[in-house]
Nanobody, 120 residues
């Protein structure tokens, strides 16, 4: 199973970006997907998460500005980021909790990260 994130870039304050993350492979089911971010010199922190049938949740710093959504049929998760601020600058990582067929316990997977820079 692999996660591939895309959609990062440079955007001006107040602008928008949409991140995408695709899980590929075979013989697995996704329990949960989410986005984390890591700013220079700081720890990786949760931004938003989503599970099938559950209400998405967000870090307080992004509530009202970011929206996470998923497409179960395509094994994808998206992060729509609006009203971006310089403090949103970070590498954004996709994360998924996945159960592989034949395995009893789920495993966490990480995407490669995509850089989001908010500035002029």
């Amino acid at each position: 199973v692999q996660l591939q994130a895309s959609g990062g870039g440079l955007v001006q304050p107040g602008g928008s970006l949409r991140l995408s993350c695709a899980a590929s492979g075979s013989g697995f089911s996704i329990n949960h997907m989410g986005w984390y971010r890591q700013a220079p010199g700081k720890q990786r922190v949760l931004v938003a998460g989503i599970s099938s049938g559950s209400t998405p949740y967000y870090a307080d710093s992004v509530k009202g500005r970011f929206t996470i959504s998923g497409d179960n049929a395509k094994n994808m998760v998206y992060l729509q980021m609006n009203s971006l601020k310089p403090e949103d600058t970070a590498v954004y990582y996709c994360n998924a909790e996945i159960t592989v067929v034949g395995s009893y316990y789920p495993i966490g997977y990480w995407g490669q990260g995509t850089q989001v820079t908010v500035g002029t």
